[in-house]
């Protein structure tokens, strides 16, 4: 738990018999040399008093929204400002449900709602409530908004009933809650990544191109950018600005991209090719617009082949880790499994294009990842998650080669 060392961490304390073990969880975290407040719903006083808290944090507990006393010394707003996480142990069905809607009707939720960073729960409550649909649709609202959920664990329960629901220990709460302020996994790591569609110019008025809209290269980049990497993106014309702390670089074609790449790939760790490269364009681009001749014939535009610009990457004799992906119609798993193999790469991301819930243009996707020994299937969500869970898997690889 050294990541929690030197950290604010807000503890928020809900009414359930698990409450008693609140007191260890706060231990362990000064321990591991937190700096620690704890907030208490009402109901949670009944389980266990300010008091103790107070005693073991060596801070003042807080526990009422409209306390004008406590507001004017740290209110529901600084106490936001001041915590770097916070963790709700026991977290009951009741609060799970508030916090799920939004609500900011104590403390508590204020604190929550006016937060802006690592929120986990540790569910305690009887198995039956935990298995009921509006707890576990509750729960998936918090996982949808990236709140961290750990446990419940399973067992006996004070109640006598045996199930799921029980809290988890204090020391495995704070292992899985501890997980949130990990370094970036890929910090100090420079990676380049291609997105989006590119233009292969007919005349001065037209091209060809494609359906890229360069969200999931995007959103690859932010997950990049989150994981500490140092990213170029070297981006055909979309419709998605570029974050700032990225090094962009803006293409039109495909012979522009593999000259951009090839300058900007030496001393890279990653390469994830996710463009939709034209794999032809026109032989030559004709000076004036093409006119219609009237003879009614058809016309025949004569194209030549794109250099494979992945292909060219992973042939570097000082090579990155290479990622491809593999957008298809058919066969999926198949023809990834024959572009892993032709274009030598490391990793392909599977995407089946011809499901229109999933992958060009949509905000979901499902994925999956194959390399020469294993296959991963990324289930559909939205291509943020789907991203961050490709840079996980990259960052898991990179480091153990380096290990
Ligand atoms: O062979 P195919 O074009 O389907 O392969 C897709 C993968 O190859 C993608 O990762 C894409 O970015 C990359 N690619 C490339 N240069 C090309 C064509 C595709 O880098 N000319």
Redesign the pocket.
Known sequence: MKSLANKNILLGVTGGIAAYKSAEIVRHLKKSGASVRVVMTRSAEEFITPLTLQALSGNRVSTELLDAEAEAAMGHIELAKWADGILIAPATANTIARLSSGRGDDLLSTVTLAFDGPISVAPAMNQAMWRDERTQENLKKLIDQDFGICGPGSGEQACGDVGLGRMLEPIDILDMFSLSFNEGTLSGKKILI?AGPTQEPIDPVRFITNRSSGKMGYSLVEAALESGANVTLISGPVNIEPPSNCNFVSIKT?EEMYEAVMHHISGMDVYI???????YSPAKASDSKIKKDGSSSPMVLELKE??????S?SELEQRPYVV????ETNDLIKNAEK?LSN?NLDLIIANDVSNKDIGFDSDDNEVTLITEKEKHLIERQNKRKVSKKIIDFISGRINDQNN
Not at 273 to 279: E, L, N, P, W, Y
């Open positions: 291609t495909a090719g996710t463009a939709a490269v034209s794999d794109n250099q494979d610009i992945l292909k990457v491809g992906f593999a957008a572009k274009k």
